[in-house]
């Protein structure tokens, strides 16, 4: 590794894309040197064209840059995609056939036979699912792609359990607000209330968990035969989804084998030592009153999924509560960690050569 | 009919006495003439030692009526218990003895095997349970209770549903603040939080459904055999329970069957036409964003449940969210309803002499 | 008064329009018979054009209304508008000039100088300004106008002391996220937090008001004298505006005069005892920590301003606090306010053939 | 300096005490080693005894130290006072006579004329007082006190404008919830809502303000002669109070006079480059939409004041607002501040003997 790799973000000026930029700043292999956006930004100054949102600052550099359209060309060859759903279907795919690597947030890809959905710690190895992506597509690039917010959540807390022979599972989730983009939900809406339907939400829960949890077989991934059932309600919380998950095994682990594997459970990102990997990306915590949005969400810089309360359920088998960051570990910080997985995995291979040779800033 | 009752207020300068004064206001049959509190309060006007939490006005008359020990002795043979549950068991045991009938809304006696846990739709019949309490007690009054809020909200959701043989129930709760008393909750620990845990709320979900649903066979109550797993939370909400339930069944009903099942259900309330009850007890909605707090939680003076999004459920059968006013509903409204029940059915019968003539204010 | 008029409400599907409709809901007076709406919503049932946001159910009879373009013709007289200010200029001109009168809650006209901008309690003769709008305008109809919601607040705290000479005015206005429409307020600016911009709205208090407060002379009116500077924040509360208020007189009047002309305080619309009226449109209440939002807001279905905490101001000469209910006292109920009092000054003559012939359902 | 300082916390289960405590964490110079709270906690573990209400972990090391009771002895020389005023009067001055420094954030002592209220970067000399209190009190040790939290806000974007003659001030408050420490304000009653009362609040920012930005003349604090008029309330945020402010100065600065005054605006924290000063103490923002918690709370650990909004007052002459944490600008961090400063002043010289003797550890 002698150099930095510029990478470009697409939908820049959105909320998804802000986290990017935000998630990068300072980041040693990424650098961010090339924003696209919607039409009626391109051309601005980053800092003229975005409404900044967040309570980190706008990065200086990046503010200074010029908004780019979102077409294939002068763009690095990695990019991260905060798009939103409603274009990023084509404007990712364009990218993908023009020879760019494309790290997706958005879902229109997610349940592709041939896109890798990937949570590092549980699927790394799905990203072989590329080499069937190149055979079948004939793109010179790739699209690889992250959960939904919710799914990422809950997934990283069953990954543990896939030991104990997970069958079915019943979630309930709180979500953030900020899930919702911005200006996303209405404060007439939701200020000392409870929104109990999330459009769409409820499905991508059920069906995104079956691909990450399931085996990569001859280049498919075989879905894992657990049954999810969700019901999805929109809190007014700023940032952390919390979700009450009980869960039913074939085998009967106690309560304190199921701690420990919370406990135990690591994978490729902990190993690689990643840069944006948690040391620890399940964390169970003792205290029956835990984990809470408002004392647990930036848990290693947000990269935690905080698990509490565990307990036997009379209906399933056992019930617990997870939390974790929606748009960092749900959304901006799994895009770069993907990436990074891509990376060491020699999957970023192709666009090594536009090094920056700024490796004696790191 | 020729007068009011005079009724007493346990509890009166607690939030739940407030509550039960406010729901007694201008009521047809019950007039508060006598309040008691704790040591602190007793000798003080009502006006002066309640800090009202309401924004209801605080009635006038009671405004300046001095608050009693909670002793018997010159309290009306009617009364209303908003006790806390540290005092209610011992002090409401001594309103029985003497003579007294209690309708309490506190936790101490609800699962005794002789006391009636009451929601005037569902089991009724239950108040026949006094007959074994004066049996078994030897108390010339009574004690009359009705269930937890978080409860009554559920149980009036699946009452309807007993019909289709309901065998199991997952509820996960989005619990307001008012649920927690006065001062309750902490703002520091709900703004913009969520807390994942409510200190044995989550037995009292799974232990008096049983109670309520249940059936009367020799004097006493055979429990349903339903099973019940319930995780319970705090959000930042003033008023109303929201309730994610999903149901399992003997049979088959289809989801027509179920929606006709809540907009039917009705019950003695209903059919008395007591002055408290909710025309239709179960309202179902069909647009997909509802019920909300903001917006459904005060329908018919709050004393209804509101369900909506009826969906299957992968796991078990059917899904469906329900909500209700936890301190109308769930609380004071709840047991006004429960005295007028005893009323017509008979079991005030021996207070109507302290009739007060006012009849003609009607 | 043999019957009703028949009214129009412009920009309907709005979140103003909605409170309109909700006002106007049994009024003896007034009965919606036409709604008007952008072209989105033209050619709809009203039920199926407009996300209705309030807890007050949506009427049945309007929701069964087909949606009218905003244009003169077939519209009743007699129109409310809530259209937003984007619009509100042009259109209700074209309704004016086809002899429809506009009773608006938009800002567009209100500071020409002949159009009456009206508190009925403060200002009711400022309708003879309508005689100056014909003669300069050659209108056939007429458009009169209600004050922004926080001036409306302020304006009926500082009427009552116009008696003891008022100089100088400071408000600090801590307004609810209503006031910003629907969507408005992304729930992302605003949960756990406080915006301290709003764009125009410090300006619109500071000017409105001296002409609200002004005086009537040969048809114009001459600005009251007041100097008034303002601070406008928003803050995570749905309904009511709380302002801080100093002011500054020329003469020396006690506390005790002061809270005398605040209970003191009527006009036209409690002397003519219009349907809309509040019994007190003041009310000074003496609880150290009163008023709020939550507990005063609904006084008096939300007509009523509430004061308290009146002191000594060491800079200016006593400060106070004071808060209405933006979108009723502030806005819908504003407007309606407004045009029973024109109905009772004969301002609504050429419309009142009209009348419905409904008489007996009142 | 060759090695850090024992130091203890009074008043450590508290909330101010967790925030003084979490403020050590990693201080170079100062060591918590000894932790007293009430009767009720002595003798417990720390991590027993306090629930802890902070998003930043319990310090392990704190966790495990036993509370001790709040009596000299023990104790380290020099003590952080975190104690509520119900009892820091008694206790300080306790600890004072036997011959400890106490750094105490309570209001007690405050405006006791030979006790320091001090800000550093405002009037560090006023640690000269302490020779007086040496001479009047007859103490071994002394106190050192820090102003009330909003005082601390309006003091930091005030001082700057000393120079232009400061001679009145209008000020109000929307103040977080952790002002009121915990459980503090109930959820019941500021969810949605806002408190228009904080008992003694307002006189507090009035007659602090004056002894801070006073002048040190032979031995004692002449009050600065600013006239300050305070409104404050409680508004539903977490941390960050936010003043709306109007100033009358003698001279006629222009506003890039004023704004130049906030930028420039620096004092011994900096040039002493004290552990916890932020580089520029008071921040002004161009953008129209701030300061706001949500964004600017945490600038600089949240040592920094920021302001924002300059414009003319049309009653006072110029108007903006101001924002600042409150728990650690406005408590736990000006107490931290304040003993740094003492420090390097030499105010702690007879405790320099407990060095610890880890200077290594820095």
Same mark, same amino acid.
């Given at each position: 590794?002698?150099?930095?790799?510029?990478?470009?973000?697409?939908?820049?000026?959105?909320?998804?894309?802000?986290?990017?930029? &935000?998630?990068?700043?300072?980041?040693?292999? /990424?650098?961010?040197?090339?924003?696209?956006?919607?039409?009626?930004?391109?051309?601005?100054?980053?800092?003229?064209?975005?409404?900044?949102?967040?309570?980190?600052?706008? $990065?200086?550099?990046?503010?200074?840059?010029?908004?780019?359209?979102?077409?294939?060309?002068?763009?690095?060859?990695?990019?991260?995609?905060?798009?939103?759903?409603?274009?990023?279907?084509?404007?990712?795919?364009?990218?993908?056939?023009?020879?760019?690597?494309?790290?997706?947030?958005?879902?229109?890809?997610?349940?592709?036979?041939?896109? =890798?959905?990937?949570? =590092?710690?549980?699927?790394?190895?799905?990203?072989?699912?590329?080499?069937?992506? @190149?055979?079948?597509?004939?793109?010179?690039?790739?699209?690889?792609?992250? $959960?939904?917010?919710?799914?990422?959540?809950?997934?990283?807390?069953?990954?543990?359990?896939?030991?104990?022979?997970?069958?079915?599972?019943?979630?309930? &989730?709180?979500?953030?607000?900020?899930?919702?983009?911005?200006?996303?939900?209405?404060?007439?809406?939701?200020?000392?209330?409870?929104? $109990?339907?999330?459009?769409?939400?409820?499905?991508?829960?059920?069906?995104?968990?079956?691909?990450?949890?399931?085996?990569?077989?001859? @280049?498919?991934?075989? $879905?894992?035969?657990?049954?999810?059932?969700?019901?999805?309600?929109?809190?007014?919380?700023?940032?952390?989804? &919390?979700?009450?998950?009980?869960?039913? /095994?074939?085998?009967?682990?106690?309560?304190?084998?199921?701690?420990?594997?919370?406990?135990?459970?690591?994978?490729?990102?902990?190993?690689?030592?990643?840069?944006?990997?948690? @040391?620890?990306?399940?964390?169970?915590?003792?205290?029956?009153?835990?984990?809470?949005?408002?004392?647990?969400?930036?848990?290693?810089?947000?990269?935690?999924?905080?698990?509490? @309360?565990?307990?036997?359920?009379?209906?399933?088998?056992?019930?617990?509560?997870?939390?974790?960051?929606?748009?960092?570990?749900?959304?901006?910080?799994?895009?770069?960690?993907?990436?990074?997985?891509?990376?060491?995995?020699?999957?970023?291979?192709?666009?090594?050569?536009?090094?920056?040779?700024?490796?004696?800033?790191?």
């Amino acid at each position: 590794m002698k150099g930095r790799f510029d990478v470009g973000v697409l939908g820049a000026t959105g909320i998804v894309g802000q986290e990017i930029i &935000t998630a990068l700043v300072g980041h040693p292999w /990424f650098q961010v040197t090339w924003i696209g956006a919607s039409e009626r930004s391109v051309g601005k100054r980053y800092a003229a064209a975005t409404p900044w949102r967040l309570a980190a600052s706008r $990065p200086e550099d990046v503010s200074e840059m010029t908004v780019e359209p979102c077409v294939p060309g002068a763009a690095p060859m990695l990019l991260f995609s905060g798009l939103d759903s409603s274009i990023a279907g084509e404007v990712e795919r364009a990218f993908a056939v023009a020879g760019h690597t494309v790290v997706s947030n958005a879902r229109n890809h997610r349940m592709d036979a041939d896109v =890798p959905l990937v949570i =590092p710690e549980i699927n790394a190895d799905h990203l072989q699912l590329l080499e069937e992506q @190149r055979c079948v597509r004939q793109w010179k690039g790739k699209i690889v792609t992250n $959960p939904n917010c919710s799914t990422i959540v809950m997934a990283l807390a069953l990954a543990p359990l896939r030991q104990f022979g997970l069958t079915h599972v019943m979630i309930s &989730t709180l979500q953030a607000v900020s899930g919702a983009g911005y200006p996303g939900v209405s404060s007439l809406d939701i200020i000392g209330n409870i929104l $109990p339907y999330i459009d769409g939400e409820e499905a991508k829960i059920e069906n995104e968990a079956q691909k990450i949890l399931g085996s990569l077989v001859d @280049r498919r991934v075989v $879905p894992h035969e657990v049954v999810v059932s969700a019901q999805a309600t929109r809190v007014p919380v700023i940032n952390g989804h &919390t979700a009450l998950i009980s869960v039913k /095994f074939e085998s009967s682990p106690t309560s304190t084998d199921i701690i420990q594997a919370f406990r135990d459970f690591s994978g490729r990102p902990q190993s690689e030592s990643l840069p944006s990997a948690p @040391r620890q990306p399940v964390c169970y915590l003792d205290e029956p009153d835990r984990p809470q949005p408002k004392l647990d969400v930036d848990r290693e810089s947000g990269m935690v999924v905080t698990v509490g @309360r565990l307990r036997e359920c009379s209906v399933l088998d056992y019930k617990f509560i997870a939390l974790g960051h929606n748009t960092i570990r749900g959304a901006a910080g799994a895009a770069v960690l993907n990436a990074e997985l891509m990376k060491v995995d020699g999957f970023l291979g192709e666009v090594e050569i536009q090094e920056t040779g700024l490796g004696a800033a790191d």
